[in-house]
């Protein structure tokens, strides 16, 4: 059974950091592009970040310089490094392993950013 778990989330202030964590069990971790979506009160989801088996990372025009996306292969787990957060930040983060089409997703983690 595949299970992804997102942790970290939470209230923070504005211009404060996060780091959001997701623990992947039951797939081949080191074998999956992993990525972090989020979606935010009446809007669509959205990609965030994401990185490649080999390490290789991108990032939305918004959270560039800001969020960082690593991954631990021995850990089974990638994470979302947050600083600078901003209120439009404030949404449901999701990992997702294997790209938006993939049934392996997390339940996600709220993050609200306080002005």
């Known amino acids: 059974q595949v299970q992804l778990v997102e942790s970290g989330g939470g209230l923070v202030q504005a211009g404060g950091s996060l780091r959001l964590s997701c623990a992947a069990s039951?797939?081949?971790?080191?074998?999956?592009?992993m990525e972090w979506y989020r979606q935010a009160p009446g809007k669509q989801r959205e990609v965030v970040a994401s990185?490649?088996?080999?390490?290789?990372?991108k990032y939305a025009d918004s959270v560039k310089g800001r969020f960082t996306i690593s991954r631990d292969n021995a850990k089974n787990t990638v994470y979302l490094q947050m600083n600078s957060l901003k209120p439009e930040d404030t949404a449901v983060y999701y990992c997702?392993?294997?790209?938006?089409?993939?049934?392996?997703w997390g339940q996600g983690t709220q993050v609200t950013v306080s002005s």
């Open positions: 990185i490649t088996t080999a390490g290789s990372t």
């Open positions: 039951g797939i081949i971790f080191s074998k999956y592009a």
């Open positions: 997702c392993a294997g790209g938006i089409s993939s049934p392996y």
